[in-house]
T-cell receptor
Framework: NAGVTQTPKFRVLKTGQSMTLLCAQDMNHEYMYWYRQDPGMGLRLIHYSVGEGTTAKGEVPDGYNVSRLKKQNFLLGLESAAPSQTSVYFC?????????????FGDGTRLSIL | AQSVAQPEDQVNVAEGNPLTVKCTYSVSGNPYLFWYVQYPNRGLQFLLKYITGDNLVKGSYGFEAEFNKSQTSFHLKKPSALVSDSALYFCAVTVAGGYQKVTFGTGTKLQVIP
């Protein structure tokens, strides 16, 4: 079982460039999440999805878009990257209605915006 | 709004000594509490959770945590620290229902000194 897989692992972008981060899970989980981790700030929720074809905004959604066309995949897009988006991005998933279940995390994508 | 506080950015403890990593929370309703550990360049890994029942919860790698409703705390403990326990620890809280919005603390770096 791979669990939650994030690609790419590292990326350097120039300001204004666009890119898509991919999260794939093989656990048939309903809920998926995108977080960013910054020093001293913990994890902040960007967007989340409660099922295929649904997405919703989290705490810090500005500058990001998401899509969940397939249940196992959750994509995070940066349309015009800014230096403030330099961060480590984590994807996580849980079973549906699994509010008492721990989240399963990928190993992150380290993104630098120059 | 729910919140989590981890008052210590770093905790240093000698190998073999007991360790405590502090966490306090604020929610409306009954909390579901989690501890996660993060090793360098990895995603968060689940350690233990409190949902209901016994206030002392046992988890992975010999860790345990005590839920204290009156003090709204959920401190992580281990009787005898190992050097390999050195990592970043996150406390998290959620409540039942909705989309399981999980709020994470800012993290505490645990350094176990040989």
């Amino acid at each position: 079982n791979a669990g939650v897989t994030q690609t790419p692992k590292f990326r350097v972008l120039k300001t204004g460039q666009s890119m898509t981060l991919l999260c794939a899970q093989d656990m048939n989980h309903e809920y998926m999440y995108w977080y960013r981790q910054d020093p001293g700030m913990g994890l902040r929720l960007i967007h989340y999805s409660v099922g295929e074809g649904t997405t919703a905004k989290g705490e810090v959604p500005d500058g990001y878009n998401v899509s969940r066309l397939k249940k196992q995949n959750f994509l995070l897009g940066l349309e015009s990257a800014a230096p403030s988006q330099t961060s480590v991005y984590f994807c996580a998933s849980i079973p549906g209605q699994g509010y008492n279940q721990p989240q399963h995390f990928g190993d992150g994508t380290r993104l630098s915006i120059l | 709004a729910q919140s989590v506080a981890q008052p210590e950015d770093q905790v240093n403890v000698a190998e073999g000594n007991p360790l405590t990593v502090k966490c306090t929370y604020s929610v409306s309703g009954n909390p579901y509490l989690f501890w996660y550990v993060q090793y360098p360049n990895r995603g968060l890994q689940f350690l233990l959770k409190y949902i209901t029942g016994d206030n002392l919860v046992k988890g992975s790698y010999g860790f345990e945590a005590e839920f204290n409703k009156s003090q709204t705390s959920f401190h992580l403990k281990k009787p005898s620290a190992l050097v390999s326990d050195s990592a970043l620890y996150f406390c998290a809280v959620t409540v039942a229902g909705g989309y399981q919005k999980v709020t994470f603390g800012t993290g505490t770096k645990l350094q176990v000194i040989p």
